[in-house]
């Protein structure tokens, strides 16, 4: 979403990106109850909100044929290979900036404009990201527009793709700005102790995004209208007393414009809490397998688990600031930097911010595992549909592609969700 990728580097570190996202991305905006989510058609005839009319191609009236298993399995080893290497790419671009003299052309040039540091922060900023963005187009293309269309998740055409990813950089623009300065300003106003400051503002900055980004930016990317009156609102309704969980609204938005996936969720924190309903989910399951999986959405809501991922982020935050401006320092020598607050530079933060997030992901990962375990139990629990829990399991599996069971390895350093598999055999034995 940021115009540089080594200062989006600096934003995921302490999960500020994710909660920027268009909802369908973000981990707390996303259907938790896989990795990826399904597209199926409603089976009972039940009042709920349909899918606006200009988006009925997209529901359509048989189901998709289920994927073969080889299928399956090749779809997520070519979009995780595809990641690898963008991520190998982004490590050896970042790398190649600062061993070589394009980083310090970059600012020379820049210098040659603005007599500002501050602006020649930005213009520096800028030509780096758009150097990067147009060399990782391919890989962007074929991961998310070419595979989604391939193997039928995608309801986009290539314009209205490319025009989300340019209206994610436009909206992110100001946000890269203020970072920006402010990183930058710490690095020359408080020395060898800047990554304190930072990362104080990037919490306070994560706070105001999970307050804001329901009411002000999700709508820039879907439109929400309130869900109608109707069994399944007041189902919700009743299930939110039950978790004694009080919200704004509830809210449908046309995620079909996008994706065949479905998606439910709780949004924002405090006074800023809503319930998002894809347009997808609405039309095409049962009121039954909503009701469960929105009870798994209570659960995380009931167990703070929102509150305890941003208590860990913060922690990853401060520590890997703190190692990035020891590594930082040790390292401007190795490439001929004299000053940690010389521009050209500044690629190195996000080189080793890049390295610390690698690490340590699995590590989160695993943690966000146990809690969706935990809003599993959860869920079974508070509706008292094991078998809808269970249905809805098996029917987002099928139709869109999850691999039900990834190599362990695969599972323990890329999954933020257990497996298909594992979810499934737990749930079966409560």
Not at 20 to 26: C, D, E, L, V
Not at 316 to 325: E, K
Request: proline letters at 5%.
């Amino acid at each position: 979403l940021l115009t540089s990728h080594f200062f989006c580097n600096l934003l995921f570190t302490c999960n500020i990106a994710t909660l920027f996202k268009p909802p369908h991305n973000s981990p707390y905006v996303q259907q938790v109850l896989m990795e990826r989510d399904g597209f199926v058609l409603r089976i009972t005839d039940q009042t709920a909100v349909e899918a606006p009319p200009h988006h009925e191609p997209a529901l359509q009236e048989v189901p998709r044929p289920e994927p073969a298993g080889k299928d399956v399995k090749r779809y997520h080893r070519l979009k995780l290979l595809t990641g690898l290497i963008h991520t190998a790419f982004v490590f050896g671009f970042t790398l190649a900036l600062v061993a070589t003299d394009l980083s310090r052309t970059i600012e020379f040039s820049a210098r040659g404009w603005f007599a500002n540091d501050y602006a020649v922060l930005l213009a520096f900023a800028a030509v780096v990201g758009i150097l990067e963005s147009i060399l990782s187009f391919p890989l962007r293309y074929y991961s998310g527009y070419f595979l989604e269309h391939k193997y039928g998740l995608s309801n986009q055409s290539f314009g209205a793709w490319l025009w989300e990813k340019i209206k994610g950089m436009l909206v992110g623009f100001p946000l890269m700005v203020l970072l920006l300065v402010t990183l930058y300003f710490c690095l020359n106003s408080f020395g060898a102790l800047w990554w304190l400051p930072v990362g104080g503002i990037m919490f306070v900055f994560s706070i105001l995004l999970a307050r804001l980004a329901p009411v002000v930016i999700f709508p820039l990317f879907y439109k929400f209208k309130s869900l109608d009156e109707s069994p399944l609102r007041a189902r919700l309704l009743v299930l939110c007393n039950k978790a004694g969980i009080a919200v704004k609204g509830l809210f449908v938005f046309n995620l079909s414009k996008t994706t065949k996936k479905a998606n439910a969720a709780f949004t924002g924190i405090g006074r800023a809490k809503r319930i998002i309903l894809g347009d997808t989910l609405v039309a095409n399951f049962t009121d039954d397998e909503i009701e469960t999986i929105f009870a798994h959405e209570l659960g995380h809501q009931t167990m703070n688990h929102l509150w305890k991922m941003m208590a860990i982020g913060t922690l990853t935050t401060f520590l890997g600031l703190f190692c990035t401006a020891l590594l930082h320092d040790a390292s401007l020598a190795w490439f001929g930097f004299d000053a940690r607050s010389t521009i050209a530079a500044l690629p190195l933060l996000g080189l080793w911010l890049g390295l610390y997030s690698f690490v340590t992901a699995p590590v989160t990962n695993m943690i966000s595992r146990a809690h969706e375990r935990q809003a599993d139990v959860y869920a079974v629990k508070l509706s008292g549909n094991k078998g809808a829990f269970l249905n809805a399991l098996n029917k987002l599996g099928r139709m869109n592609m999850a691999d039900n069971a990834p190599h362990p390895v695969v599972e323990f350093l890329f999954y933020s969700h257990p497996s298909l598999e594992k979810r499934i055999r737990a749930v079966g034995v409560l």
